[in-house]
Nanobody
Framework: QLQLVESGGGLVQPGDSLRLSCEAS????????IGWFRQAPGKEREGVSC????????HYATSIKGRFTISRNNAKTTVYLQMNNLKPEDTAVYYC?????????????????????WGQGTQVTVSS
């Protein structure tokens, strides 16, 4: 059974960088769409960035385009989210999710959690 574990969150100042990791175990990520989502208190869950495991094609939310980069390792066991020039509005719990049968565009547009496999989340706080 596929399990996902996020790591790399923390408290940083505006303008700083963080790299989040989503490590898979129990199953491979072959032929999966994998996404990073975030949810801040009182706000709707947002699909931040998604990647297709096979060719590494990517999709980004407009709100973070140019600042965040999603990638995966060659073994397709870990997906990363490099976050640069962080802003206070990036503060949220960040989750990764993996699913088969969805395109990365469709995955990133989802607002529910009723699909695939989800990690437990990692807190990112951007504050001066």
């Amino acid at each position: 059974q596929l399990q996902l574990v996020e790591s790399g969150g923390g408290l940083v100042q505006p303008g700083d960088s963080l790299r989040l990791s989503c490590e898979a175990s129990g199953y491979t990520l072959d032929y999966h769409a994998i996404g990073w989502f975030r949810q801040a208190p009182g706000k709707e869950r947002e699909g931040v960035s998604c990647i297709w495991s096979e060719d590494g094609s990517t999709h980004y939310a407009t709100s973070i385009k140019g600042r965040f980069t999603i990638s995966r390792n060659n073994a397709k066991t870990t997906v990363y989210l490099q976050m640069n020039n962080l802003k206070p509005e990036d503060t949220a719990v960040y989750y990764c999710a993996a699913v088969q049968g969805l395109t990365i565009q469709t995955l990133c547009a989802r607002r529910d959690r009723n699909f695939g496999t989800w990690g437990q989340g990692t807190q990112v706080t951007v504050s001066s």
